[in-house]
């Protein structure tokens, strides 16, 4: 495995680290090419709210037919990616488990 210095560039609004050679050889934005990524959830959608904490940040993402998905990221990521109402964002979703419930009597 090749230790390379961080490079970093997006993948449309998304941030990424890549090898030196990608950002020379590319011409996506940043002059890197764009990555494939393992990632199977991707779900486009436009920001509708940003709460932002003290360390933390809450951002509201419309997904279409009336469809929200609300992400928790670090406040210093909502404001590296300068999210904001409007902007167009990709949510990437990786999930090691999912949890059920109901409620007594249901």
Known sequence: MVDYPPVYGTLGSV???RPPEAVE???GPGGAQPMELSTRNQIEGTVTAVKLGEVMAQVTIDIGGG?????????????????????RVVALVKATEVMVATKPGA
Do not use: M, Y
């Open 25 to 27: 050889r590319g011409n």
């Open 15 to 17: 941030p990424c680290q």
């Open 67 to 87: 469809n929200e998905l609300v992400a928790a990221i670090t406040r210093d990521s909502a404001e590296k990616l300068g999210l904001a109402e409007g902007k």
